[in-house]
């Protein structure tokens, strides 16, 4: 099992920035990618960016060139860096860690994000 916690969350006034945090514990070992993921409010929940184990990066169209992940494999902890925020990113913030050698997902309970002046 593996466990996700996630802090960083808050209120931003449009053009802000906040840093997201979600270290992972339990068995640790087992993981490979890492991410983030969000749901506003009556939507789906969507990708906002993943990161390898060997670094390779995928960011959701919405983001692209303003929203940063990174990771530190040593402390099993996944970044997300939001500039420019807008409004429309309100949403809860989801980590997200999958185990290939069993196909699990791990989930985080979420830190939420409100974007508003």
């Known amino acids: 099992q593996v466990q996700l916690v996630e802090s960083g969350g808050g209120l931003v006034q449009p053009g802000g920035s906040l840093r997201l945090s979600c270290a992972a514990s339990g068995s640790i070992f087992s993981i490979d990618g890492m991410g983030w993921y969000r749901q506003a409010p009556g939507k789906q929940r969507e990708l906002v960016a993943g990161?390898?184990?060997?670094?390779?990066?995928k960011y959701g169209d919405s983001v692209k060139d303003r929203f940063t992940i990174s990771r530190d494999n040593a402390k099993y902890t996944v970044y997300l860096q939001m500039n420019s925020l807008k409004p429309e990113d309100t949403a809860v913030y989801y980590c997200?860690?999958?185990?290939?050698?069993?196909?699990?997902?791990?989930w985080g309970k979420g830190t939420l994000v409100t974007v508003s002046s």
């Open positions: 997200n860690a999958n185990e290939p050698n069993t196909g699990m997902n791990y």
């Open positions: 990161i390898t184990s060997g670094g390779t990066t």
